[in-house]
Every structure is written in C-alpha cells, then in structure tokens.
Nanobody, 119 residues
C-alpha cells in the first residue's frame, strides 16, 4: 500500500509560481514513476508531467517550459515547480505513483491539491 498526500496549492495570480509537493508513505520502495495529473472543472484528468525513479522527466506541451519536477527519493517526496501560471492551469492537481512488485502493478492516487489561477 502506498499513500500519497499533496499540498502546496492555493489561489495564485496569473504569472505566479507555486510549488506543490506530493509526499509518499507506506511501501515507497515499490514506487517507480510518479506523475502529476490535473483535472480542470468539467474536464477529464490529464497527464502533464512524469518523472522516473532516476529523475528523468517528460511534460505535456501545455506546461513544457513552465513546469519542472524534482524528486527526493530519500524523503519520498515529489515537487512540482509551476512558473508563469495561466488561468487555464486551474484545477485539482493529483499525484500518481506507479507501484511495481513482481507480477503486480498498481497506480496509487493522492486526494489532490487545488490550484486556482486568477487573471
């Protein structure tokens, strides 16, 4: 079992730079990739950033050049630096962890942290 707890969202003005984080606990040794998946009001959750256990990252075009991710494996914490926020970045940002054990792969989700960008 892996538990994920996001924090660090909030209300920010356009152009702001919050840094939400995702703290993992439980069977963290099983975690492989992690990801951020925001869900805007009335829309489906989408994948915008992934980071491997070796800290290789990939970003969706919508956030490329504005968001960066870092991962502290010793603290089991994922960070997302969000820069130059736009109103369309508003949403609940969910953290996802890809847990792998021999023969078993499970995606765990946090409860999300709200990011609201005002124009």
């Amino acid at each position: 079992q892996v538990n994920l707890l996001e924090s660090g969202g909030g209300l920010v003005q356009a152009g702001g730079s919050p840094r939400p984080l995702c703290a993992a606990s439980g069977s963290t040794i099983s975690i492989n990739d992690m990801a951020w998946c925001p869900q805007a009001p009335g829309k489906q959750r989408e994948l915008v950033a992934t980071i491997t256990s070796g800290s290789s990252t990939k970003f969706a075009d919508s956030v490329k050049g504005r968001f960066t991710n870092s991962r502290d494996n010793a603290k089991n914490t994922l960070y997302q630096q969000m820069n130059n926020l736009k109103p369309e970045d508003t949403g609940v940002y969910y953290c996802k962890a890809d847990s792998r054990r021999p023969g078993v792969r499970i995606d765990y989700w946090g409860q999300g942290t709200q990011v609201t960008v005002s124009s």
